[in-house]
């Protein structure tokens, strides 16, 4: 349980990042505007990160990481505006897979236009040599995947949208080369 006056529950800095069997809402039991876990500082570019089996909910973003290969895995994420951020500079990203995970209500308690703004999985640059996305369930939430990526295999999802478009792959000029690699999409349950 996260105090309300809390910005952020657990922030990692250091060059080895393995959390495991958590779970993090608010105190308070309502949407809070709380960071959940954030993996930053420069040193976390260089590493790999692993997030397996945590929990979290009625937060803003539940995992913001910066990791050279980010695997996230047997997770749940409940009425976040974001479940997984992930952000590193253009240069610095390689690869991120989620998988096993469960989506629910993404954005639903952040603001009266959740579905504008919420994202299941969002990448700010590109995730580089690899996006792998496979076996979760997203349901009630705004998009699940909206992003960059160079390589991507996205199967075996079940996913169920609102208002806005599931899945959304999007190249950015400032990468380059721009979006040359394989976008595999397959054996996904889009409701």
């Given at each position: 349980l996260v105090g309300d006056n809390c910005t952020t529950a657990l922030t990692c800095t250091g060059v080895c990042n393995y959390i495991e069997n958590?779970?993090?809402k608010p105190k308070s039991g309502v949407f809070s505007l709380i960071?959940?876990?954030?993996?930053?500082?420069?040193?976390?570019?260089?590493?790999?990160?692993?997030?397996?089996?945590?929990?979290?909910a009625y937060m803003r973003n539940a995992l913001t990481i910066c990791g050279r290969n980010v695997l996230v895995k047997n997770c749940g994420f409940s009425h976040c505006q974001i479940g997984v951020?992930?952000?590193l500079s253009i240069n610095d990203a390689r690869g991120l897979q989620v998988e096993n995970c469960r989506f629910h209500g993404i954005g639903e308690e952040a603001d009266l236009n959740w579905f504008e703004n919420s994202y299941g999985i969002r990448?700010?640059?590109n995730a580089g040599s690899h996006l792998i996305v496979r076996?979760?369930?997203?349901?009630?939430?705004?998009?699940?995947?909206?992003?960059?990526?160079?390589?991507?295999?996205?199967?075996?999802n079940y996913i169920e949208?609102?208002?806005?478009?599931?899945?959304?792959?999007?190249s950015n000029e400032q990468i380059?080369?721009?979006?040359?690699?394989?976008?595999?999409?397959?054996?996904?349950?889009?409701?």
């Open positions: 958590i779970g993090i960071d959940a876990i954030k993996f930053n500082g420069n040193a976390n570019g260089e590493v790999d990160s692993n997030v397996d089996n945590v929990h979290i951020d992930y952000q990448i700010e640059n076996n979760n369930l997203s349901d009630q939430s705004g998009h699940f995947l909206y992003g960059y990526a160079s390589n991507a295999l996205i199967e075996n949208s609102y208002a806005k478009t599931p899945i959304v792959i999007t380059s080369p721009l979006n040359n690699g394989a976008i595999i999409i397959r054996g996904n349950y889009i409701k």
